[in-house]
């Protein structure tokens, strides 16, 4: 059973007064050769700053298009999306993307190289401020000795890194990542995974990520909106700040793994109530 759902949000970005990103009741479509297909319908959901908002949804279900509209490059048929209650409607600074391929890091350039152009570029700093600030997002990121090192002698991992201290360098409101680990290995993800986190612990940025992957959601988000198969609406927003990557494979953890994941294909029964889920919070989309 997977009946349609109203464009009702889980977390209301008008009720949301100090939110940092507000999605409101956004439709996206695309065209094919053969006909208009709506990627998303009615989405509503508010990112408050620090947030680490996490988009999870089986493939097909409009969760990089969300992203990308949120970055700009895709506009709305219907509704709006404001950041600080400007609305969005092109690509800006304020809004930096990790996609999920670290090869358009240009290879003739250094690491270091690479994390100024965009500042150089962006005429956002001069070229001795430039350096100085990729230096520190580097030494950051666990990569102050291979400034000089060129992309072709760097690791899947190391090359991920490289492409977030590039994206946090512009210092950006919020940090946009398209399943930035998927390509990367089990070991190499979940190190990707814990790093990412302390370093929000250290610099408290904001986050908007993708995932399909429950249990990436689970350890990465703090909030996580589940989105229903294609076209994506809002199943409902839980609160998952309570688990870490500590929490893998625990029977808690893998029970709310096992929830959600109902909840995502609304497999023949009823939303649980929230003291079932052990979720610190939970709202259903009606």
Known sequence: MNAPLPGHAASNPIAHGEALLAVDQVSLEYRTPQRVVRATHQVSFAVDPADRFVLLG????????????????????????????????????????????????????????NVMFPLLASRTLNKKEAEERALHYLEKVGLAAFADAYPHTLSGGMKARV?????????????????PFAALDALTRRKMQEELLLLWEEVRFTLLFVTHSIEEALVVGNRILLLSPHPGRVRAEVHSHQYDLHSLGGVAFQESARRIHRLLFDEGQAPETERDHHFNDIRIAY
């Not at 999306?81 to 930096?96: E, K, S, T």
């Not at 492409?163 to 399943?179: N, V």
Request: glycine share 8%.
């Open 58 to 113: 089986p493939s097909g279900c409009g969760k990089s298009t969300l992203l990308k509209a949120v970055a700009g490059f895709i506009q709305p048929c219907e509704g709006e999306i404001r950041l600080q209650g400007q609305r969005v409607d092109a690509p800006g600074p304020d809004r930096i993307v990790v996609f999920q391929e670290f090869d358009q890091l240009p290879p003739w350039k250094t690491v270091k190289q």
């Open 163 to 179: 492409a977030i201290a590039r994206a946090l360098a512009m210092q950006p409101k919020i940090l946009l990542m398209d399943e």
